[in-house]
């Protein structure tokens, strides 16, 4: 009879090659096969997920329908004003609790100042004891016995008796991080400002019996070629909102810098690669997605 791997030694999980592969357990790393249906089409807003009727594009290549991405960044500085004042607050608060600090230590050396060099200081018993007390431990140290006071004592209590609720560490205070001057992309995370976004043209197909990969009659094609843009690279020149086939701009566009849609010329800048979209086929992207759920031992 096979042994369970929870009676191996050493050996801590006590699930089978069966159970761990098992979806009930729901432990371990799961994988799971997206369709169609969970990717984005091609001038789906990335926010809202609807077909994009004002389109804009970020300079990581995402497009926004510009009321969603407008909305998104108004909300994110509303955060990020509330963020910045509390750690002004904080910054404030750790000001003054630094001058209390100071000022109470300057107080205190004006006075152990004023006490010796004021005249005779009188010492009382508890002095004279523990003057004695302190002389017979540094002897019985030297004589290789260990001496601990009170205080090193709950000291060593602490380090190995841990768990003792008593002897629990309070959580600190809190503290804010500097938050950042601008709000970020919600998928690039680098800084995005409104005037970042560029407003481009998706041209919509004519044909109405036309469907994307979700089923919906809104499908847009390249304004040089009029072929449908599904999964295909693509590219958005911001200087004149012309959104194109990768190859039709490298065939038409890139050796003389002149947009074939417009006759506008641009430059490298002004080009800005959209990112790719992805079907239910393992051709189009990465079409498989994982998470980990650590085990309970």
């Known amino acids: ?3 369970r791997k929870s009676q191996k030694q050493n050996n801590h999980n006590p699930f089978t090659h069966q159970e761990a592969r098992s979806t009930l357990t729901h432990y371990g790393t799961q994988s799971v096969r997206v369709g169609s ?5 091609f001038g789906h807003c990335a926010l809202s997920l609807n077909p994009i009727t ?3 594009v970020s300079p990581s290549g995402t497009l926004y329908e510009r009321e969603a991405a407008v909305s ?12 910045r004042e509390a750690y002004e607050q904080q910054c404030e608060n750790d000001a003054k609790e630094k001058a209390e600090q100071e000022s109470k230590s300057l107080s205190e050396k004006v006075s152990n100042f004023e006490a010796k060099e004021g005249g005779v200081v009188t010492s009382g018993a508890d002095d004279h004891v523990s003057k004695h007390a302190e002389a017979r431990k540094q002897k019985l140290k030297k004589e290789g016995f260990e001496v601990l006071d009170q205080a090193e004592k709950q000291n060593v209590l602490k380090r190995t008796s841990y768990w003792l609720s008593d002897w629990t560490p309070d959580a600190g205070k809190k503290r804010v991080e500097q938050p950042p001057k601008r709000a970020s992309s919600p998928f690039s995370g680098r800084e995005l400002r409104l005037k970042d976004l560029k407003a481009v043209t998706l041209k919509r197909d004519s044909d109405s019996t036309a469907k994307n990969s ?9 304004a040089v070629s009029s072929k449908r843009l599904t999964t295909q690279p693509c590219v958005a ?34 080009v800005v690669e959209i990112k790719k979209c992805a079907t239910g086929y393992a051709s189009s992207g990465k079409v498989e997605a994982e998470v980990y759920r650590p085990t309970m031992v």
Do not use: H, N
């Open 1 to 3: 009879m096979v042994r």
């Open 54 to 56: 004002d389109a804009v």
């Open 214 to 222: 979700v089923g919906t009659d809104v499908v847009f094609v390249c």
């Open 237 to 270: 020149i911001t200087k004149t909102g012309s959104v194109m086939l990768k190859s039709s701009f490298d065939e038409f566009a890139k050796k003389d810098m002149v947009d074939p849609v417009t006759g506008t010329k641009f430059k490298d800048k002004d």
């Open 37 to 41: 249906d969970s990717q984005l089409p």
């Open 72 to 83: 998104y960044l108004m909300r994110e500085m509303e955060k990020l004003k509330v963020w």
